[in-house]
């Protein structure tokens, strides 16, 4: 099984969380050990929150702080989630989206 963490941050907090429950349940469905954090960019801390995760999505409304969390993330891939998963709450498109960046 493949075992993966992510970091969701959004302006928030509250619609990362929504995501972060349908990716669970995609992840369930795929057969991935998925860890999910859903954060407030306010509320995240590089120690704790960034660094245990394999990749940061950020909220489509957050995409300004895009190339400050790159040069926090230790190389760590950054993306942005699309306008249209993150507004219809589509967790499994943003994990396999996630997982397409985690291969490249």
Do not use: F, W
């Amino acid at each position: 099984m493949e075992k993966i963490h992510v970091l969701l941050m959004c302006s928030s907090g509250m619609s990362s969380t929504i995501i972060k429950a349908n990716m669970a349940k995609a992840a369930e469905k795929m057969g991935i050990d998925l860890t999910v954090d859903a954060k407030a960019e306010s509320a995240v801390n590089v120690e704790r929150d960034m660094n245990p995760a394999d990749i940061i999505m950020l909220a489509p409304q957050v995409r300004y702080i895009k190339s400050d969390i790159e040069k926090k993330s230790g190389g760590k891939p950054v993306e942005v989630m699309s306008m249209r998963d993150y507004g219809l709450g589509n967790g499994e498109s943003i994990l396999k989206e996630a997982l397409k960046k985690l291969e490249n």
